[in-house]
């Protein structure tokens, strides 16, 4: 049996609150294989992307991972990249464990143009000089299918669209050939004749380098050409995980069945689309999460933050003081 890239194994998150930790994934396990698109989809709020920043240890201080996730990279041991210092886990970012974010348009560094972005991220992890560099950025804008490459190498975010700015994020992410793509919601802000070309290359890519992929997601019905496997999560919790074409179509959980029955396709134009609690009306799938105890913390009294006339600047260019 062939070794998994990825074995999450119980995993849990917690939250510091102010008197007491919020559990926001509760003991999950799943497992990726090499050349495998693994798709985790659920409502806003279960603990999807959470769970791939985890992966990266992008999360704040607050947040207390338990459990693990041995991550086995090509010719090295496995390793849990939970415990892994500072220094270690830069190693692993970018290189070996790639993440194309939600939302495009603020991933980008909007004072720096495309072309220089896709650059650094080379240079980080691979040797070499600026020229190869740049050469590698022109074929990967290629690779993805971005319009005359030598020209949005020299453009800002700004000056790209949603889609195109998405191309950038993949090409950046896929420029170190990373074993396991991490592509949280990608469309999400894409028009909806545009999401399925960028699951189309996702899926192409991963088929022409021949790395994992994990694809979180909302919406069951994007996932249905692209996913090997899917894992449905619900209040931080598994209810469901198996083949795809199992799963989308013989669904044995309601939850998922829920999520299939609320895809607006099946409903007319026009009527009002159904939500996932219509369909759990009256079941109580999983009781709220806390951790083991414990009890949630209760807002405090009086204003927690406060903010005043918030200014942010981007500066174009350099004076001489710096």
Known sequence: ???????????????????????????ISFSIAPGELVAVVGESGSGKSVTALSMLQLLPAAA?????????????????????????????????????????????NPVFTCGSQVMEAIMQHQPGSKKAARQKVMELFAQVQLPEPAVVFNKYPHQLSGGQKQRV??????????????????????????????LQLIKQLQQQQGMSVLLITHD?????????????????????QGAAATVLQQPAHAYTKALLQCRPALHARGSRLPVVGDALAGTTILPALQPENSKLASPAAGIALQ????????????????
């Open 1 to 27: 049996m062939q070794k998994a890239l990825l074995e999450v194994n119980n995993f849990t998150l917690d939250f510091n609150g102010a008197t007491a930790p919020t559990r926001a994934v509760n003991g």
């Open 64 to 108: 207390l991972p338990g459990g693990s996730m041995l991550f086995t990279a090509p010719g090295k041991p496995a390793v849990n990249i939970l415990s892994l210092d500072k220094k270690a886990i830069r190693k692993v970012r970018g290189k070996d464990i790639a993440m194309i974010f939600q939302e495009p348009m603020t991933s980008l």
């Open 169 to 198: 994020m993949i090409a950046m992410a896929i420029s170190c050939n990373p074993a396991l793509l991490i592509a949280d919601e990608p469309t999400t802000a894409l028009d909806v004749t545009v999401q399925q070309s960028i």
């Open 220 to 240: 069951l019905g994007l996932v249905a050409d692209v996913a090997d496997k899917v894992v449905v999560l619900y209040k931080g919790q598994i209810v469901e």
């Open 307 to 322: 903010v005043q006339e918030l200014q942010v600047h981007y500066p174009g260019k350099r004076n001489w003081p710096g």
